[in-house]
């Protein structure tokens, strides 16, 4: 299995800029679509970035288009999701997940990953 390893997380004042990390095993990395998703205290999961195996295309949720940027290193079996200008509001637990590509319209979708790291912590204060 895929085991997957968030990094980069910590404690910010609103304003100020994180780059978290995700980190894959295996050699398959690159035949893997992947996502960022977050969880707030009381929330729902909800996500927050995708890109396609390449990097080719990527997907933003409208709350962080602009601010974030999602990028991958596929010869380094890793991806980044890079945070500017963050808000109190970002402040969530941040998952990557893995999934095999199963079309377009499912990038978004949480359910449709299979496969998930602990998750890093990122707070912003005001």
């Known amino acids: 299995q895929v085991q997957l390893v968030e990094s980069g997380g910590g404690l910010v004042q609103a304003g100020g800029s994180l780059r978290l990390s995700c980190a894959a095993s295996g050699r398959t990395f690159n035949t893997y679509e992947m996502g960022w998703f977050r969880q707030a205290p009381g929330k729902e999961r909800e996500f927050v970035a995708a890109?396609?195996?390449?990097?080719?295309?990527?997907y933003y949720a409208d709350s962080v288009k602009g601010r974030f940027t999602i990028s991958r290193d596929n010869a380094k079996n890793a991806m980044y999701l890079q945070l500017n200008s963050l808000k109190p509001e970002d402040t969530a637990v941040y998952y990557c997940g893995a999934k095999v590509p199963t079309g377009r319209a499912t990038m978004r979708v949480d359910r449709a990953y299979d496969y998930w790291g602990q998750g890093t912590q990122v707070t912003v204060s005001s």
């Open positions: 890109i396609t195996r390449s990097g080719g295309i990527t």
